[in-house]
């Protein structure tokens, strides 16, 4: 930790809506301008869907993709954390 440094966030996006508070309202936001519209390639992997692909939504507002994905928190697993440990990375056990 360095204290006498200064750290500059610059997001991308408009200010950001009220809409992203509720987490049921995350379907609502795609598409919008609170999110990047990113669509899957169209591999197949999308069948009977719009040119056989899949949203990706993405979020283009402070927070990113957390402001307009549920607000689902999924926590990682103990044993990778101990891994990355292992290999050197400090103060993730």
């Known amino acids: 930790e360095d204290r006498g440094a200064s750290v ?3 997001e991308a996006g408009p200010r950001q809506e009220a809409m992203t508070a509720v987490p049921a309202a995350c379907g609502a ?4 301008p609170v999110d990047w519209a990113r669509r899957s390639a169209g591999y ?3 069948r009977g869907l719009e040119g056989g692909q899949v949203n990706l939504p993405s979020g283009r507002v402070l927070g990113g993709s ?9 926590r990682g697993s ?3 954390y101990d891994l990355w440990a292992t ?3 400090d103060g993730w056990s």
């Not at 936001?29 to 919008?32: A, G, R, V």
């Not at 957390?66 to 999924?74: F, S």
């Open 8 to 10: 500059l966030l610059l």
């Open 29 to 32: 936001l795609q598409k919008t």
């Open 44 to 46: 197949g992997i999308g």
């Open 66 to 74: 957390t402001a307009i994905n549920y607000m689902a928190y999924v």
């Open 78 to 80: 103990p044993k990778d």
């Open 87 to 89: 290999l050197g990375a």
